[in-house]
């Protein structure tokens, strides 16, 4: 074990050649190199994943998440009242889910004299009440179908949308089944007139979410040896039986399946599980043949949950980036789990139940217990017990990645300490107690998800100084030797270090970085310009423990040298926090900048003061 105790910072001497700005952008490019493959290396890195998942990912479990919110739930849809979206953001702040997306943010078209959208006023209304709690989907508005000029004013929709902030295109089960043309005809789901709302979304970077056809009962006779009679004795438009007026169920599928192969740029969220939980095979052969096309769960684990849970586990296990949580949680004046009929309105209490359930199916190995959805059957389902570095997948990581580009800036609370205290380089402070924590867990430029170089970070302050704690999971450092701790090093960012870029006022922001041998650097920046000269005199201690193969690294920066006014309770500035990680290609963020520069201000998320 080496123990690196701060030194002070000497006064920097090395000229500032006026290549650096142009170094350091190139630098904090994210750049893949791929890394050598050699047997003796991948033996040694597979000894390491055992001692990270004892040590460094401790805190990296279902509980964890849930306590920090990090769950996201891909498939809910809130009625745009004051009172549902309250009831939802306390069923959320129960069970752990931190953002939920709402598929019903309802069309784009502006009402007479340019009244606001239907989705302007349900997204609106969200985001002024709860910022950063739910991201909202459009509907296309599909008046005017008749007219030559459809496919282009669905496009113009999609384009409204994404200015107006939508986060994807949700489709309900309505082609295929229910709309129909000006000459009573079904409209098809593989519809040619629709390609120009596919391809717009790919283009701008929307995902669709798709539900077409359902349960292969509801084709079967309306009967009560139907196995889903309670839920279509309630709700007879779900009844597809009828072969003059609807289409076989492997039509629609099949529909869907030619849009998603003739859209290729455009990622497709078939809903439901792909809209057929009940075939595996089925779902495994779409998932392989489309690299476009995900599924999410909603409303499908009592039917998922009826197959082999073997079976299921290893579907899941190799479709780990394409499967996302999502539950079908609806808020309107009732609460809907997944589906509902005539029975009693489900209670707050049921809905925590509700959640808990999924809980259960996706973490434990649980053998024939109750479904959390009664009415779509009378079965017993069987849980698969992911792993960890597949559940979070599911949970939050592939979510994140499809939805980058909208997703709210974060924020991290620093918590507030009576008296300043010595660093140690191991975060053993009882202070770093109290501290919430925040995660640099995905790649920068592109949020891919990097579970294995998930970096913990902590953040306190004191009258006088803001700390910062960082606990980085490695393989194998990669470190200037020997260091040179009397002076700066330009281009400490060129092997692996923690940062931190804050901005007091803006315009301007400082950032701060320190290497696993406690190398460190500090300076100034206003947009492009650089100060590499400028010294806040921050301290920082590291630790490398080589039996858990972690490293810890404690910042202590004073105040005055961050900001001209001092923070208070309350204060809110901005901040990202980074890591880069030379031997597995990490370069990842707090925030990801989605920009392949870390020097992204507009990404930066919130420092709160508590
Ligand atoms: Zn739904």
Known sequence: ?????????????????????????????????????????????????????????????????????????????????????????????????????????????????????????????????????????????YKGWDEADFSERAAKQVEDAVRMGAAGLKEFKRLGLYLRDGKGQLIKIDDPKLDGAWKKCGELGLP???????PRAFWLPFDQKNERWKELRDHKPWWFGDTNKYPPRMDLLNALNRVIERNPKTTFVCVHFANNAEELEWVDDALSKHPNMMADIAARVPEIGRHDPTQVRALFIKHQDRIMFGTDFQVYDRLILGSSGSEPPPTDDDARVFFEKHWRWLETRDKDWPHMTPIQGDWTISSIGLPNEVLRKVYFDNARKLLARSLPLPTIKAVRIDSDFDLDGKLANAAWKKASTGWIDAQSRDCTPRAKVATEVKLLWSDNNLYLGYRCPYETLSTFEPPQLD?????????????????????????????????????????????????????????????????????KISLKALGKTAPQKGTNWRINLYRCDKAQNAYIAWSPTLTGTYHTPAKFGVLAFE
């Open 208 to 214: 669709v979410s798709i539900h077409i056809a359902d």
């Open 487 to 555: 002076k700066e090093r330009l281009g400490l960012w060129d092997k692996d270090v923690v940062e931190a870029f804050i901005q007091s006022t803006p315009g301007e922001y400082t950032e701060f970085e320190v290497a696993p041998t406690n190398e460190k650097l500090d300076l100034i920046l206003w947009g492009e310009k650089r100060d590499f000269d400028w010294s806040s005199g921050f301290q920082s201690a590291v630790n490398v423990d080589e039996g858990a193969k972690v490293w810890t690294c404690e910042m």
């Open 1 to 141: 074990m080496q123990i690196y105790v701060d030194a002070p910072l000497g006064k920097l001497i090395a000229n500032v050649a006026s290549s650096w700005a142009n170094q350091r952008r190139q630098s904090s490019l994210c750049v893949s190199a791929p890394l050598p493959y050699d047997p003796a290396t991948m033996r040694i890195a597979l000894l390491f994943a055992v001692s990270v998942s004892l040590g460094a990912t401790a805190a990296d479990t279902p509980q964890q998440w849930r306590a920090d919110k990090r769950l996201i739930d891909m498939h809910e849809h809130i009625e745009g009242l004051t009172q549902r979206v309250a009831r939802a953001v306390k069923i959320m702040d129960t069970v752990g889910i931190g953002i939920e997306v709402n598929l019903s943010g309802g069309t784009v078209t502006r009402g007479a004299s340019d009244a606001p959208s239907e989705f302007e006023r349900n997204k609106g209304l969200a985001d002024r009440l709860y910022p950063g709690r739910f991201l909202h989907y459009f509907n296309l508005d």
